[in-house]
C-alpha cells in the first residue's frame, strides 16, 4: 500500500470513529438522550412555558446546532418527551398486567396502582404528561386523546375480559374506561398542585382504592330503559 493509500485509510477509519471513538451515529445518539433527560428535568420543573431551547441545550451540554438537526423545536422536543414517559409507562402497565399472579381483578387494581407510582414518584413525570403537555397546541392535543384511548383501550379489554368471567354485567365499557383514564390524571394533577397531605404512594393507593370502589359498583349495575324525565320509584322530592 501506498503512503498515500495509507493516509486516505487512516482518514475514513478516523471519519468512522468519531469523537471519543464512537461513530456519528453513536455521538447523535448520545445527544438524544442527553436532549431527552435535560427536557425531562427542566419541563418537568420549571415548565414548558418558561424552558427555553437554550436552556435545554445548556443543561444537555448540546449546541444548538445539534439540537436542530434532531428536533424541529421546542414543541418537538416536549413531544419526544411526553412520548419517552408514555413508553414506559406502558412498559409498566403491561409487566404489571401479564404476571400472572392474584385474580385478574387484583391485577389491574395492582396495575393502576403501579402507573400512578411511576407519575408520582418522580413528580416530574406525572407534571409533564397532565399539567405541561395540557394545551400547547392541536398536534399536543391529539397525542394527549391518543393516549388517554390508548390506557382506555387496555382498561376496556380487561373490563371485558371480566364480563366474560361473570365478574362484571355484559356491557360496553368504552366510556368507563374513557372516564377512569380521565379520573386519574385529575388526581394526578391534584396531588401534583394542592395539598393532598398523602405521600406518591399513598396517592397511587388511593387511586387503586376508587378503582376497586368503581369495580363493586359496576358488578351491581342494571341496565334500564327508563326514561331519564321518569323517576325511579325509590326517589324521592327534597
Request: contains cysteine; aromatic residues 6%.
Amino acid at each position: 500500500m501506498t503512503d498515500s493509500a495509507k493516509k486516505r485509510t487512516a482518514s475514513t477509519r478516523g471519519r468512522k470513529r468519531g469523537y471519543r471513538g464512537l461513530s456519528a451515529e453513536e455521538l447523535r445518539r448520545q445527544r438524544h438522550q442527553r436532549l431527552i433527560a435535560a427536557g425531562t428535568a427542566l419541563f418537568g420543573e420549571r415548565g414548558y412555558a418558561a424552558t427555553p431551547i437554550e436552556a435545554v441545550c445548556s443543561q444537555a451540554k448540546v449546541s444548538t446546532r445539534h439540537f436542530y438537526e434532531q428536533f424541529g423545536g421546542r414543541e418537538s422536543i416536549l413531544h419526544a418527551v411526553y412520548d419517552a414517559l408514555v413508553e414506559e409507562m406502558e412498559n409498566i402497565i403491561r409487566a404489571s398486567l401479564t404476571s400472572g399472579r392474584d385474580t385478574l381483578t387484583q391485577r389491574v387494581a395492582d396495575t393502576i396502582e403501579s402507573a400512578i407510582h411511576y407519575l408520582l414518584v418522580d413528580p416530574r413525570r406525572g407534571r409533564i404528561i397532565c399539567i405541561e403537555a395540557v394545551g400547547v397546541s392541536e398536534a399536543m392535543e391529539k397525542k394527549r386523546r391518543g393516549t388517554t384511548h390508548a390506557l382506555a383501550d387496555i382498561i376496556q379489554r380487561y373490563a371485558e375480559f371480566m364480563a366474560e368471567s361473570g365478574m362484571l354485567p355484559e356491557r360496553n365499557y368504552r366510556l368507563p374506561a374513557v372516564a377512569l383514564v380521565g379520573m386519574f390524571n385529575e388526581l394526578v394533577a391534584e396531588w401534583l398542585t394542592e395539598d393532598t397531605g398523602l405521600s406518591a404512594a399513598e396517592m397511587a393507593r388511593e387511586a387503586k382504592i376508587m378503582f376497586r370502589a368503581m369495580i363493586f359498583g359496576a358488578q351491581h349495575y342494571e341496565a334500564t330503559d327508563r326514561p331519564d324525565d321518569e323517576p325511579a320509584a325509590d326517589d324521592s322530592v327534597a
